[in-house]
């Protein structure tokens, strides 16, 4: 079964305003970590949420994860075009930290 | 971090050929991983390629589809055998670091057509 699906699928902003982007899971994780591809091209590791954490903040990013619930929000505040890019969540389940199961993305549109 | 590159970074194929991807990173990594992102889907793990020993594939990838090497510490190559255009896809390695495992570094990815 897929682990980590986002919502919404795809969302288009204007610039300076907040973009919320939501990941559900299914089993228990150890850790969930949020990525950013722009274009078909690599990922950028954002943030990582460990399974005792309930936020984390990095500069514009604002990460929650609800482990009763098994969802994860990241917030990008004051978002700018070069913002636009998909974004995943994963997750690292059971016992292993390094094997990621990432969800389908989220593909952010920030227009100027 | 870690700073990777692949070859090629885009090919095109005929069906029923072979194509190698390479990763190199700038420095020894302990893991590094093989991952397909098939047109406009998330990214699916392949293999987990071990120094020294062979790569430990996922459910749904085999060893002689997607032959893996990994010589050394810091270079990994992935091999898509007898291609067919279901094998069109962006091909990806990432690393993880020693005291981080966690984080995962990626590529620039390969983008592989099938014809």
């Known amino acids: 079964s897929q682990q980590g699906e986002e919502d919404p699928q795809a969302l288009s902003i204007q610039e300076g305003e907040n973009a919320t982007m939501n990941c559900s899971y299914k089993t228990s994780i150890n850790n969930l970590q949020w990525y950013r591809q722009n274009s078909g091209r690599g990922l950028v590791h954002l943030i990582l949420?460990?399974?005792?954490?309930r936020e984390k903040h990095s500069g514009r990013l604002r990460v929650t994860l609800d482990t009763s619930k098994k969802s994860s929000s990241l917030l990008i505040t004051a978002s700018r075009a070069a913002d636009t890019a998909s974004y995943f969540c994963?997750?690292?389940?059971?016992?292993?930290?390094?094997?990621?199961?990432f969800g389908k993305g989220t593909l952010l549109t920030v227009n100027p | 971090s870690a700073v990777i590159s692949q070859k090629p970074s885009r090919d095109i194929c005929q069906r029923g050929t072979s194509l190698t991807i390479q990763c190199q990173v700038d420095s020894q990594v302990t893991m590094m991983f093989w991952y397909r992102q098939q047109p406009g889907q998330s990214l699916t793990l392949i293999a987990t390629?071990?120094?020294?020993?062979?790569?430990?594939?996922e459910s749904g990838f085999v060893i002689d589809k997607f032959p893996i090497s990994r010589p050394n510490l810091t270079f990994s190559t992935l091999t898509v055998s007898n291609m067919s255009p279901e094998d069109s896809s962006i091909y990806l390695c990432?690393?993880?670091?020693?005291?981080?495992?966690?984080?995962?570094?990626f590529g620039p990815g390969t983008r592989l057509l099938v014809l």
């Open positions: 390629a071990n120094q020294g020993s062979e790569a430990t594939y």
């Open positions: 949420i460990r399974s005792n954490e």
């Open positions: 994963a997750t690292a389940e059971g016992g292993s930290n390094y094997k990621l199961t």
């Open positions: 990432s690393v993880g670091l020693a005291g981080g495992l966690e984080t995962q570094y």
